[in-house]
Each structure stands twice: as C-alpha cells, then as structure tokens.
C-alpha cells in the first residue's frame, strides 16, 4: 500500500475526519456512481442507513448532515462552510434532494437513519446507501413474488466504510483490500520505522528526503510544494478564524465558550506591554493555536486533516510555534510537512488512525507522534532522533480513550489538542538532548497502540457511551 502525504492532508469540514468527512465523500461516490450507471434519472428516493459509532455520535459530528451533503454532489475540500447548512436546510424545508447536485428526488431527513446499536461487520463506521425506484417497485410487484417493500425497487444498494482521516472504502475494497504495485516503483518503499531508518541510512537522505523521493513518483516538485503550502495557508487561515469569531459560545447543547479570540487578545496585550518575561511565553501561544484551531472545526468551520479532524489542531499549533519562535521559511515547512507525512503513513499501514477502531491514542496520539519527529527534523534532528521524537509522542498517549460529551466534538477534544501539542514539542526536546538511542522502537509503541485499541471496549471508542461522556451531566433541551 503506498500512501501519499497529500492523503493525509486533505482540507475539509468539521468536526470530525471520519464521521463527517468520510460520510460525505461516501454519499457523493454513491451518487456520482448512479449517475455513471446511468441510471441517476431513475432514482425517486434515497434512503442511508449510519451504523456503529457513525450513528451513536451522527448527531453531535454532523454526520446526518454531511450524508445530505455528499448526495447533494458536494466536495468536503471544495465546499463553503456557509454554504453546507443552506444546502441542508434547503432540502429539509422542500422535501426535494438534487442527486449529484442535477436530479431531483424525493427527501425527508427521515430517510437518514442513525443506528447506533448495530454496526456492519468490517469497521465501527459503516454505512448503507440505497437508491430506489418506482419503476422498478412496479416490476418487482408484478412477479408476484413475495418481496419486502424496502427491498423492492432497489436500483443500487452499497456499503461503505469510513475508516478514519476522511478514507472511504467499500465494503468490498475492506474486504479484499488491493495491496497493488504502484504504477510506478518507489525509490525508497518502507512499511515500518525501522525500514524508514534504514533507507535513510542507505540514501542518507532525511526522513522529508525519503518521503520526497517517494511522492516524485506520484507527483511533481512543483506540485508537492504548492500542494504543501496550500495546507499551511490553510492552517494559517483556520487559526486565525478560530481566533477572530465573534460568536462566544460552539454549537451544541454543551454551550463550551470559545476561548481562543479571548486568550490571544491577552497575549497581545501582554506583549505590547513587554510583558513576556514569564518562561512559560511560548506555550500559552502554543496553547492558543490549538485551540484556534479546534474551535473552529467544533464550529464546523474549514480544517486540515492532520490526520484527522478530532486531532487537527496538533500539527498546526506545533508548526505555527516553530514559525513564531525559530527561524521559518517555505523550505522548512515543506521539511515539517513531508517529515510527519512520512511518520502518518506507519500508523495507517500498521495501526489506524480512527477513533472508532482505536480510541483518541489513534488520533491525537499520531497527531502527537508526526508533530513531535516533525518539530525535531527541523530543529536539525538526525533520522534517528526524529524516530525517537515520534515514538515519545506517541508511547505517552497510549491507552487514550476518545469518549466525546454529548457526541460533540469539543470536550474533551479540544483541550486535548492544546495538551498533545505542548507534549509533540517536549517529546522533540527531549530526543535532542539525545542521540537517538532508545529502548522502545516506534514499530513497538505503533503495535502496542494497535493491540490496546483492539483490546479496548467499544463504550471508550467514538460512541459516548462511556468515561466522560456519561460521568458529567448535560442539560439537554427538552424536547
């Protein structure tokens, strides 16, 4: 399996990768394939069907939401965060849905169906699409055949499967998953640290040399870099939204206060005044930006992927401390950016990075782990330093539960962030008071992750039924 870094970094919606994101991009495949049937015009109505953790927190990610979305024709990287609740709201309001945004169905919001108590067999975040017909309902009557309503008129039924930072895969493809050969050879293949290490050693490229060389099969120079620093005027541009909104509360029935428009404002007082003298300056920045940023995808807002939602705070805040505090350019973003690439790409090959399947180790503990080597390779780490750095991240978020309040995605999920990025950049400091010699690999602390996410129980993992989410009370709307 090969793994692109500009698959890891996509941009799209909050607030959640898997739940949002993925159910999205699932309902816009399923449309975009009735219409190259050919059989789009065919379509009366359209039923979809959220199973696991996909329908136990639909509500609170908005997973209901991006469903219509996707049906609608809308792309998660493209689409305005404006724009995604009048899309809604106008289907809602008229009963009527554009199917890969030209042929108009038949819709309620009834017909998206949150099962949160049955999950499909492949992954925690299942769901089932199914396209009906009235043509087809008539000619299945006149068999005379004893059919069941719901299944009769079907003109094309398919499962899904959103397996965390936005991937979707069918049913099928999960499977059989295809282990092809890429078209064409990378120079420097690697499915494991050690292999990441060892063709280092061999090229003596950095770890961002090794990735690069890899993504020049699949894409230009040129390409890579703008696609790369696009991702971070998009971090840029989500921190700075998450610290200019006017609105003093998030969404949803926690009614959590936005924070970070009120700390930076403080910040900037305390530094017009000279008042930066306290030792801890830098974190309350650090701080900050992860806030920012988790703010706004609690928000809804416009996020990077980095790998997912629920963590998407992390590698932005890291990277932003590294421009305020140390000597940026273009070149080292591109280094930063390809670095923890590199390191994202174990955790998917060998692990996952789905809250669902794994628990917030999978999410905030990778985010944590591919900041830390990130910030390291910059700081001038050598690769087994970075390794080191990575593996530091991740050994101290093991066994992290990801038990959202009310199934929204802000407590405990944004503090978490601010937490996970001061502790990237410790675990980088600590591996260069180093020389990369450590007792525990990060293949180990990668399969130790993986083994506790299986061993972990289903209440801990992305359906609010367990830890936080049913220890501290919510005054929920009366209905």
């Known amino acids: 399996m090969t793994l692109s870094v500009l698959d890891l970094f996509s941009i799209g919606l909050g607030p959640s990768s898997s739940h949002t994101v993925g159910p999205m991009r699932a309902a816009r495949l399923f449309a975009r394939g009735l219409a190259d049937s050919g059989r789009l015009g065919e379509v009366v109505r359209v039923k979809a069907v959220l199973f696991g953790s996909l329908g136990?927190?639909?509500?609170?990610?908005?997973?209901?939401?991006?469903?219509?979305?996707?049906?609608?024709?809308?792309d998660p990287e493209t689409v305005g965060a404006d724009e995604a609740p009048r899309v809604v709201a106008e289907a809602a309001e008229s009963g009527r849905l554009r199917l890969d945004g030209t042929h108009a169905v038949t819709f309620s919001p009834e017909d998206v169906v949150l099962n949160g108590w049955e999950s499909l067999p492949g992954h925690p975040n299942g769901m089932r699409l199914t396209a009906y017909s009235s043509e087809a309902a008539a000619e299945a009557a006149g068999t005379g055949a004893d059919v069941d309503p719901e299944e009769a008129g079907v003109v094309m039924s398919q499962e899904y499967y959103s397996?965390?930072?936005?991937?979707?895969?069918?049913?099928?493809?999960?499977s059989n998953p295809a282990d092809a050969e890429p078209e064409v050879p990378e120079?420097?293949?690697?499915?494991?640290g050690a292999e990441l290490l060892q063709r280092c050693r061999e090229s003596g490229l950095s770890v961002a040399g090794v990735m690069h060389a890899n993504e020049l099969t699949r894409h230009s120079a040129e390409e890579i870099r703008t696609a790369l620093l696009d991702v971070w005027a998009v971090m840029r541009e989500c921190v700075e939204n998450g610290c200019s909104r006017t609105e003093e509360v998030l969404p949803g029935v926690l009614l959590a206060k936005r924070r970070a428009p009120g700390l930076r404002r403080r910040l900037r007082e305390q530094q017009a005044k000279g008042d930066t003298l306290d030792t801890l300056w830098a974190m309350e920045w650090v701080n900050l930006f992860a806030l920012a940023v988790n703010e706004e995808n609690a928000s809804g807002g416009r996020v990077v992927t980095a790998p997912t939602n629920g963590a998407a705070g992390i590698i932005p805040a890291v990277l932003h401390y590294f421009d305020m505090f140390r000597e940026c350019d273009d070149d080292r973003v591109e280094e930063f950016l390809l670095t923890a690439g590199a390191i994202g790409t174990l955790f998917k090959r060998n692990a996952s990075i789905s809250g669902a399947e794994v628990g917030c180790q999978g999410e905030v503990g990778s985010a944590c782990s591919m900041a830390a080597g990130a910030l390291c390779a910059v700081l001038g780490g050598a690769p087994e330093q970075v390794e080191n750095a990575a593996e530091i991240g991740l050994e101290h978020n093991l066994g992290l539960t990801c038990d959202p309040i009310a199934g929204l995605v802000q407590i405990p999920c944004i503090e978490r962030n601010a937490i996970a990025s001061v502790k990237a950049i410790n675990a980088a400091r600590l591996s260069l008071a180093g020389d990369g010699t450590h007792r525990v690999s990060l293949d180990e602390a990668i399969t130790t992750m993986r083994d506790t996410g299986r061993d972990m129980m289903s209440k801990y993992k992305e359906t609010s039924r367990g830890g936080l989410a049913v220890n501290v009370?919510?005054?929920?709307?009366?209905?």
């Open 56 to 74: 136990a927190t639909g509500e609170g990610h908005g997973s209901d939401d991006a469903v219509i979305l996707g049906l609608a024709g809308l």
């Open 473 to 479: 009370a919510v005054n929920l709307p009366e209905c």
């Open 187 to 192: 120079p420097y293949p690697f499915a494991s």
């Open 163 to 174: 397996v965390g930072g936005g991937f979707v895969v069918t049913a099928e493809d999960f």
